[in-house]
């Protein structure tokens, strides 16, 4: 079965720092673009950061400069690095990615099931 499966949430204080990871697991031809989306409550889920298979990022303004996107080929993971965190940046993240399955197969669309990131004092 294939799954992204995600870690590195937590608790931190303002000015902080936290490492989000994302593994693709399963049966695996390539993994295209990535990306993470953040999800704060009552509110609609934006995109944060997105790199390209070959490695070219874009970020959300309100993350750039803070905020630094990469990927382990060898290993289909993703990751961000959260530097000077604020109480803005409290969400629930979600990693997304573009898996194709077999060669010469479709693209598809994973999500994975997030994971709580709290910055508080």
């Known amino acids: 079965q294939v799954q992204l499966v995600e870690s590195g949430g937590g608790l931190v204080q303002p000015g902080g720092s936290l490492r989000l990871s994302c593994a693709a697991s399963g049966s695996i031809f390539n993994v295209n673009a990535m990306a993470w989306y953040r999800q704060a409550p009552g509110k609609q889920r934006d995109l944060v950061a997105t790199i390209a298979g070959d490695g070219s990022t874009n970020y959300a303004d309100s993350v750039k400069g803070r905020f630094t996107i990469s990927r382990d080929n060898a290993k289909n993971t993703q990751y961000l690095q959260m530097n000077s965190l604020k109480p803005e940046d409290t969400a629930v993240y979600y990693c997304?990615?573009?898996?194709?399955?077999?060669?010469?197969?479709?693209?598809?669309?994973?999500w994975g099931q997030g994971t709580q990131v709290t910055v508080s004092s």
């Open positions: 997304n990615a573009d898996l194709r399955l077999r060669r010469a197969g479709p693209i598809l669309n994973y």
